[in-house]
C-alpha cells in the first residue's frame, strides 16, 4: 500500500520564506558587527597613529635641542681656547722693590687665571693692607718662577721655607705668618 502524502506548498513556502529572513538578519547582524568591529579598530589605529606622530614630532624636537646645545658648548668651549689670557682687575700686587728687604715676606704664588687664586686674592690684599707684607708673584707672567720654587699648583705660599698650598683663611694666612716670620 501506498502511503499517501498531502504536501502542503504553502506551509513550505512559508516555511522557507522564514528561514531566508532569518539566515538573511543573521548574515546581516554578522556583518553589522563586524563592520563595527573594523571601524574601531580603524579608530584605534588611527589614534594610535596620531600618537605616533605627536612622539615622533617631540623625539624630533629634543634631538634638535640637544643638538643645538651641544653646539652651543662647543663653541662656547672653544670661544674660551680662543679667548687670550686676561688680567683680572682686581690684581695690585706691590712692585718688586730693587734691592732685597731685610724683613720677610709671603710669597704668594697665583695664577690670574686661576679659580681659587681669585678666590684668595681679595684676604691676601686686606692682610697686606694691614701690614703684612706679600711678594706677589705671578707664574703666568714668570713662568720661571714654577721651575725655581718647585711650584705644582697655585695658590701657593712661602715663607722661609714653610710652604702652604691651598686657599687659607684670614686667620690661617695669619696663623702662617706669625708662625714662620
Known amino acids: ?42 579608530e584605534q589605529i588611527s589614534s594610535l597613529e596620531n600618537q605616533v606622530d605627536i612622539l615622533a614630532e617631540q623625539l624630533t624636537k629634543k634631538i634638535e635641542e640637544q643638538k643645538a646645545k651641544e653646539a652651543a658648548e662647543q663653541a662656547a668651549a672653544e670661544a674660551e681656547a680662543n679667548k687670550p689670557a686676561s688680567k683680572p682687575k682686581s690684581y ?4 718688586e722693590p730693587e734691592e732685597p728687604i731685610a724683613v720677610s715676606r709671603i710669597l704668594f704664588f697665583y695664577d690670574p687665571d686661576c ?15 694691614e701690614g703684612v707684607p706679600f ?15 718647585g711650584i705644582s699648583k697655585v695658590p701657593t705660599f712661602i715663607l722661609n721655607g714653610a710652604r702652604v698650598v691651598a686657599v687659607l683663611t684670614k686667620a690661617e694666612l ?6 714662620y716670620k
Not at 92 to 95: A, D, L, N, R
Not at 117 to 127: D, F, G, R
Not at 135 to 149: C, L, R, T
Open 1 to 42: 500500500m501506498f502511503f499517501k502524502m498531502k504536501f502542503d506548498w504553502k506551509r513550505l513556502f512559508f516555511i522557507l520564506i522564514i528561514v531566508v529572513i532569518t539566515a538573511a538578519a543573521a548574515g546581516y547582524s554578522s556583518w553589522w558587527g563586524l563592520t563595527l568591529a573594523i571601524n574601531k579598530q580603524k
Open 92 to 95: 695690585t700686587p706691590t712692585p
Open 115 to 129: 679659580g681659587a687664586c681669585q678666590i684668595q686674592m681679595p684676604i691676601v690684599l686686606e692682610l697686606q693692607s
Open 135 to 149: 711678594a706677589f708673584m705671578n707664574v703666568d707672567e714668570n713662568p720661571g718662577y714654577i721651575s725655581q720654587y
Open 174 to 179: 695669619l696663623n702662617f705668618w706669625n708662625t
